[in-house]
């Protein structure tokens, strides 16, 4: 990155330019679906452009490919290297989260950098969701040490205790903590083009390293922000190739390139290149879209309600298996409320999670907090760290009781954790040694990381599992497993390749459209479920066996999900409001608790188990 050290409204350099398009584009655009082996063909020409760096890694990619694609993600980075020697590699890690959900101890957080910047990555953009700087001590230390380029980045988002001074201190307590460039991380499009002229005024001044802004275009006001970041000086901005760009995604490289053209400013890249590469991607695009979901192009709605585009199409994805999409309206209006409550993170991995999944409950159990997911408790005692704004204090103590929140940084309170996870990997795979890369999968994902390593090679082509191996029988609506299909007057030679397992979104089914291999997931009214024998067993709208609430002491879910744990056993004896239970709906936990004291009677779940409202999990019957 050349420095620029010129002030604010001076700076006649060239802008610099990040390609998003191998990473947050096709996540922002195609459920980051996108295979390594439709990037490949490609990937030479990206690294001729004549950009400052490309983003290849980070963010969703990492999980979405060992949950989806059965790829492993540091064959792609070492893939992609091979045949992009020119361009530095960037990618986005979330702090002491990396690239999960939870905070890892300092152990696993410096090995995953040194081995990320070992296979490939050149440049790591570093963030918390909290701008809590705390979180992110390890890993600007570790990017440091192994020799990458620690870009420090801090979340934008509007709240009346959001403005220019706090970002300008943020900034320049991360250029403090070694920065080689500071990012204004704009991850929903707030950005307004002249709030960003401010802001970059502002921070030109203040800050010495290259400043650098990523946006997304869901409220159609990208471009106009650029132009005016440009103005005031701004030095490396993000964007996609065309096909690839805008609505949730960034905005396109050709524009900013042609509306920079011939002034001091040009960033002087090769446009008939970039022609190619975008008609590379409109092709490549249509494979993938079945991926595209209603909510990727513009939608002003996020500045009403600041959710950023991939968490509104979550939200809705969890409404629907919640049976009450009718209700996305409340949840919308609900989530600013439960942000207000926490302090005003900003929306992004992991806090729009679980803010927006504890706004999902606030509206499904008609009672603010009555259901308080775990990761809620944990986030109301601190251990994501500190938020900008103050807690709403009665929220805090619904959560966490009497208990004090944490001061310390969240991570000192956690031990080194790698050397166990090689040994419980090594245990549940019987393989013998497994790579530190693989280690480093298995830390992060343990539960998809097993399936993955599992299924990795075995299936067709690209290692996804075929039906027969899983013991799963295409259903017969399938059968013939290969036929033509006429759309538009074009006909495609459909072939089934395989079923997977059932997820979020529906079972993914693998289909060969004129050789070429999709996936297509599809929601099915009929539960099918392999027996034993191999035979399948159809439950009509998922009934069980279960009996019916009809007593005091029948303990039920507030919520459709999945029984995560037991914590009682028959003949133990309960007090009013114990747990007996730990539920995951929405990708977040919740305990269950009795609400009688008493002996346990029957218990109909164990780990696994569908369950739903209506149905008696475990029974607890009063002493007589
Ligand atoms: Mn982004």
Request: charged share 25%; proline share 6%.
């Amino acid at each position: 990155m050349a420095a620029s050290n010129m002030k604010s409204a001076e700076n006649l350099n060239p802008i610099q330019i990040m390609d998003t398009t191998l990473r947050d584009a096709h996540q922002s655009i195609l459920a980051t679906r996108m295979r390594t082996e439709d990037m490949l063909p490609i990937a030479a020409k990206i690294d001729q452009v004549g950009y400052a760096a490309v983003e290849t890694w980070g963010g969703a990619t990492f999980d979405a490919m060992i949950r989806y694609l059965k790829e492993d993600p540091w064959e792609r980075l070492r893939e992609l290297k091979k045949v992009m020697p020119k361009t530095p590699f960037q990618m986005l890690l979330r702090g002491q989260n990396l690239l999960g959900y939870r905070h890892y101890a300092d152990d696993v957080v410096e090995c995953f950098i040194d081995r990320s910047i070992s296979n490939g990555i050149d440049i790591i953009r570093l963030f918390d969701a909290l701008n809590d700087l705390r979180n992110l001590k390890t890993s600007f230390r570790a990017t440091l040490k192994y020799g990458g380029k620690a870009e420090g980045a801090f979340c934008y988002t509007v709240s009346r205790f959001h403005n220019n001074d706090l970002f300008v201190d943020l900034a320049k307590r991360l250029e403090d903590m070694g920065s080689d460039a500071i990012c204004i991380k704009d991850m929903a499009g707030l950005l307004s083009p002249y709030a960003a002229f401010d802001l970059v005024t502002k921070l030109k001044k203040a800050i010495s390293v290259p400043i650098h802004l990523h946006t997304h275009d869901t409220s159609a006001m990208s471009v106009a922000t650029y132009v005016k970041a440009i103005e005031a000086g701004i030095d490396i901005i993000d964007t996609a190739i065309s096909s690839l760009s805008s609505g949730t995604s960034q905005p396109p490289v050709e524009t900013i390139a042609a509306i920079l053209k011939d002034g001091p400013r040009d960033p002087k890249l090769d446009m008939a290149l970039l022609t190619e590469i975008a008609d590379y991607f409109t092709e490549t695009r249509k494979r993938y879209k079945a991926f595209e979901s209603e909510y990727t192009g513009v939608d002003p709605r996020v500045l009403a309600y600041q959710v950023p585009g991939g968490m509104t199409s979550n939200l809705a994805l969890q409404l629907s298996e919640q049976n009450a999409l009718d209700r996305m309206k409340e949840v919308l209006e609900e989530v600013p409320r439960v942000r207000e409550d926490f302090g005003f993170p900003p929306l992004v991995t992991p806090s729009s999670q679980i803010v927006g999944t504890q706004a999902t409950l606030n509206v499904l159990t008609g009672e603010r907090y009555k259901v308080i997911t775990t990761e809620t408790k944990n986030y109301l005692k601190g251990l994501y760290g500190l938020p900008s704004g103050p807690i709403n204090e009665s929220v805090q103590k619904k959560g966490i009781g009497d208990e004090d929140a944490i001061t310390c940084r969240p991570a000192d309170l956690l031990e080194p954790e790698l050397e166990q996870s090689r040994l419980d990997l090594e245990n549940k795979l019987n393989e013998g040694e497994k790579s530190i890369e693989d280690v480093l999968t298995y830390t992060l994902f343990p539960k998809v990381a097993i399936d993955f390593f599992k299924d990795e090679g075995s299936g067709p082509d690209l290692g996804l599992a075929s039906a027969e191996q899983q013991g799963i029988v295409p259903p017969p609506l399938l059968a013939p497993s290969e036929f033509n299909i006429k759309v538009h007057g074009e006909t495609f030679e459909v072939q089934v390749g395989g079923v997977g397992y059932p997820g979020e979104g529906g079972r993914p089914y693998f289909i060969y459209i004129d050789g070429h291999l999709e996936e297509v997931m599809v929601e099915s009214l009929m539960e099918v479920v392999p027996s034993e024998e191999g035979r399948i067993d159809a439950h009509v709208g998922g009934q069980s066996s279960r009996p019916k609430v009809s007593e005091e002491g029948d303990v039920t879910t507030p919520m459709p999900g999945a029984v995560v744990s037991v914590k009682v056993k028959q003949g133990d004896r309960v007090e009013a409001g114990a747990v007996v239970l730990v539920i995951e709906a929405m990708k977040m936990q919740s305990e269950v608790h009795t609400p009688i004291a008493g002996l346990v009677k029957a218990i109909y779940v164990s780990e696994g188990d569908r369950v739903n409202p209506d149905e008696v999990l475990v029974e607890v019957r009063a002493e007589a």
